[in-house]
């Protein structure tokens, strides 16, 4: 048992942070650097999810700051935190859609964790904001699994 008791909530926010973030720059590297005959449509699918990632990295992030810890914000914290590795380069986009639909899942099981901690400790406003995260990171998959058939 931690000493603090939300200090394990708060560690497991930080890994959904770290992943959020990783998540974050991938899907925009994408987002501006994505070609081919569905540009139209991945560059603006993309462009949406990396807003609303933009907006949970914030809130995830205050949520730690409300547990009463520092929120790690350097891509030192967030590489040695993350399930997910960073790409540089531009992939096919076939390729960039099974990266996307792929760390959605994993970020997705990084939200599930966040659960787990925050049940163990009754706190009810870590789980909820993690079964959003779960919630929208499935349906980005999903988005993301559709269009490769």
């Known amino acids: 048992m931690s ?5 394990d909530v708060a560690a497991a926010l930080g890994v959904l942070l770290a992943d959020s973030y990783i998540l974050a720059l991938k899907t925009q590297n994408y ?3 994505v070609v081919g005959s569905d540009f139209v449509q991945l ?13 949970a990295i914030d809130e995830v992030a205050e949520r730690i700051r409300a547990l009463g810890f520092p929120a790690p914000a350097s891509f030192g ?6 399930s997910l590795k960073s790409t540089a380069g531009a992939p096919a986009a076939r390729d960039m859609i099974t990266a996307l639909r792929d760390d959605n899942l994993a970020a997705a099981k990084s ?3 966040v ?11 870590s789980a909820d904001l993690a079964t959003s ?3 929208e990171h499935e349906k980005a998959a999903w988005m993301l699994s559709a269009l490769l058939g």
Do not use: C, M
């Open 3 to 7: 000493v603090r008791p939300n200090q």
């Open 31 to 33: 987002h501006w650097n």
């Open 43 to 55: 560059h603006t699918l993309f462009g949406d999810q990396y807003e609303a990632l933009s907006g």
């Open 77 to 82: 914290e967030f590489a040695e935190r993350s």
């Open 111 to 113: 939200a599930y964790a």
């Open 115 to 125: 659960i787990k901690a925050a049940e163990a400790v009754g706190d009810d406003s």
């Open 133 to 135: 995260r779960v919630t």
